[in-house]
């Protein structure tokens, strides 16, 4: 199975700062990697797919980098609503597999 | 709007056995390919299981293999997801999610939690 690699696994940020969160895998998954938030007893909400297309509706803060191996997620100015989980997930192949996640707190 | 709401979750005893169904609506059912997820307490997300839109093709996480069988009906317009032999291990909130190639899992349920204890 594909791992996937996933940091930090926690950070302390502020509002407004900018804060990235990077995954690897560990074999090329071209760019058939998404970004998934998660807020406590919710469901993963979709923010990124295909490594750097943002999906409808997600704001323009967020950003998807990366191919092959090396993917990140960026939010260029953190605001309150963003501090959750956030996961990342390969779909190249079966089974499907996510990074550990990575909390986003207040500083 | 696309829905997926899962139903069947409960307490079970270790061994026992339990049927979760994902019930689907505002899109055309038999045209993507579903999956289950599950997120045991405090920790991250895992993939369960696949079933392609026509039911002939299954993959499973090698945790559940032999113990779950996931299965659709697309005249209800329905996820099922057959879990046998169940362990304190399977004890999380267990999410139906739609998946096409290009996005990945685009839209999941609200999740229906399983516990598993004595």
């Known amino acids: 199975a594909i791992q996937m690699t996933q940091s930090p696994s926690s950070l302390s940020a502020s509002v407004g700062d900018r804060v990235t969160i990077t995954c690897r895998a560990s074999q090329d998954i071209g760019n058939d990697l998404a970004w998934y938030q998660q807020k406590s007893g919710k469901a993963p909400r979709l923010l990124i797919y295909a490594a750097s297309s943002l999906q409808s509706g997600v704001p323009s803060r967020f950003s998807g980098s990366g191919s092959g191996t090396d993917f990140a997620l960026t939010i260029s100015s953190l605001q309150p609503e963003d501090f959750a989980t956030y996961y990342c997930l390969q779909h190249y192949l079966y089974p499907r597999t996510l990074g550990q996640g990575t909390k986003v707190e207040f500083k | 709007q696309v829905q997926l709401v899962e139903s069947g979750g409960g307490l079970v005893r270790p061994g026992g056995s339990l049927r979760l169904s994902c019930a689907a609506s505002g899109f055309r059912f038999s045209e993507y390919y579903m999956s289950w997820m599950r997120q045991a307490p405090g920790k991250g997300l895992e993939w369960v299981s696949y079933i392609s839109r026509s039911g002939s093709s299954t993959y499973y996480a090698d945790s559940v293999k032999g113990r779950f069988t996931i299965s659709r009906d697309s005249a209800q317009k329905s996820l099922y997801l057959e879990m046998n032999s169940l362990t304190d291990e399977d004890t999380a909130v267990y999410y139906c999610?739609?998946?096409?190639?290009?996005?990945?899992?685009?839209?999941w349920g609200q999740g229906t939690r399983v516990t598993v204890s004595s």
């Open positions: 999610a739609r998946e096409t190639v290009t996005v990945g899992f685009e839209y």
